[in-house]
């Protein structure tokens, strides 16, 4: 019976370009940023669709929006599907929209199809994936997972100056169609369909990613002080310059972590001079290091080495230097039984894989914390995301969201 079961295509496609609409930007990308006006249509619109084929709409403190198609079973937790909506402020189309939207899709081809699931089938749309607008990113999904919403959220403002608990509440009152539920319900398990953001499926010809883990990720601040000088008077044996110390530093790092491990990633993407002028010698510079590797320990050793390379360089040039650990995000792996459902549903619809970590964060590594999950990547051209560019090929969508489909099925045991 299920191997007639068949996504849409036309209908997603045609629903991807519905939704591109909504903050789209001249350039062809989407400016739809967490809980701004134009989030609050994305998520009427798909609550609309949601009611116009007879399912529940819900959501909680966090406004994550859940649409329901009930199951066999009403006592026992959904199974959950989705991703998110809200876009980077020059963002693609496709980032969060494709996993939300083929989500949808896989409801509605079920219930074309009039297959009852044996426990309710629910799509998600997380809150304030991207962290673009109000930071942290993953709020959403973070906050289900812990059940509870940080107390310091509260006071989090928007470039703009607008509070997350009055967007947050504004957002809420704009979907009273949607009954409240409380935050963090058990579920049984959650898949993400998702772009891969990288070049390597599409270089290699692989319509799909096995997605097995997420990486861990660091961030420090490092402040290397030294003593400003006049530039023109002080002789090169007098100079505390901690500029020539972070960029030494910086050299060494660059020189040896991804260099010697194909896995590490570095990126030093935020740099301050003080005090910034053309004709003195720098008294502190700062700058940030995000540190990601899938390995815990050695995502540990890493940022030792950060922190004794800077220490030892700037000791050298008579500066000092401290390292502050900002961010900490321990590795995800996987739940081996949802993998196997995804490599069942590739092998049965006859299309070529391939095993990945995500170097990105997703809503899924917070939901493995709390239940099964794991992840489908497909292509995206030139492995461009976060960009007005982004593209995924429309037969990659659709594969995608068969995928997604076939690997439910099987996760529910079904197929």
């Not at 084929?53 to 959501?59: D, E, H, I, P, T």
């Not at 310059?241 to 050299?251: C, G, K, N, S």
């Not at 196997?340 to 914390?369: I, N």
Request: with cysteine.
């Amino acid at each position: 019976m299920n191997a007639s079961v068949k996504v849409n295509g036309d209908r997603l496609l045609g629903r991807l370009e519905n939704f591109a609409g909504i903050g789209a930007t001249p350039a062809g990308g989407v400016n739809r940023q967490a809980l701004s006006p134009e989030d609050r249509l994305a998520r009427a619109k798909l609550a609309q669709l949601a009611a116009d084929r007879g399912f529940a709409v819900f959501q909680d403190s966090m406004a994550n929006l859940f649409i329901r198609r009930e199951g066999k079973s009403a006592g026992r937790p959904p199974f959950l599907i989705g991703s998110h909506l809200d876009s980077q402020p020059m963002g693609g189309r496709y980032d969060g929209a494709l996993g939300t939207l083929s989500a949808f899709e896989v409801l509605e081809s079920l219930d074309d199809a009039d297959i009852q699931t044996p426990v309710a089938l629910e799509v998600v749309a997380w809150t304030n994936e991207e962290g673009s607008r109000f930071s942290p990113g993953a709020m959403g999904s973070m906050a289900f997972a812990n059940r509870a919403i940080p107390a310091e959220w509260h006071h989090a403002r928007s470039p703009d100056g607008k509070l997350l608990q009055d967007e947050l509440t504004a957002t809420l009152i704009a979907l009273p169609q949607a009954a409240m539920r409380p935050l963090g319900i058990p579920v049984s398990g959650y898949l993400e369909l998702h772009i891969e953001q990288g070049p390597s499926l599409e270089r290699e010809n692989i319509p799909i990613g096995v997605v097995h883990g997420i990486q861990g990720t660091r961030w420090l601040e490092v402040v290397i002080t030294g003593q400003t000088a006049h530039a023109g008077t002080t002789q090169l044996s007098f100079r505390r310059d901690p500029l020539v110390a972070a960029t030494e530093a910086m050299q060494t790092l660059y020189g040896s972590i991804m260099p010697n491990d194909e896995q590490a990633r570095l990126t030093i993407g935020r740099i301050s001079v003080e005090p910034a002028s053309i004709n003195a010698i720098p008294g502190k510079v700062s700058f940030s290091v995000d540190l990601r590797h899938p390995n815990a320990p050695e995502l540990a050793r890493l940022e030792e080495l950060v922190r004794t390379v800077c220490q030892e360089k700037a000791s050298v040039l008579g500066c000092e230097a401290t390292v502050r650990r900002t961010f900490d995000m321990p590795p995800a792996q996987f739940s081996p039984t949802l993998l196997a459902a995804v490599e069942h549903a590739v092998t049965r619809l006859g299309v070529s894989s391939k095993p990945m970590l995500s170097g990105a964060f997703h809503d899924a590594l917070f939901l493995a914390r709390v239940t099964e999950a794991a992840m489908i990547f497909v292509p995206c051209r030139d492995g461009l995301s976060h960009n007005e560019a982004e593209y995924v090929k429309p037969e990659h969508s659709v594969l995608g969201a068969q995928v997604l489909l076939e690997s439910t099925l099987a996760a529910l045991g079904m197929s």
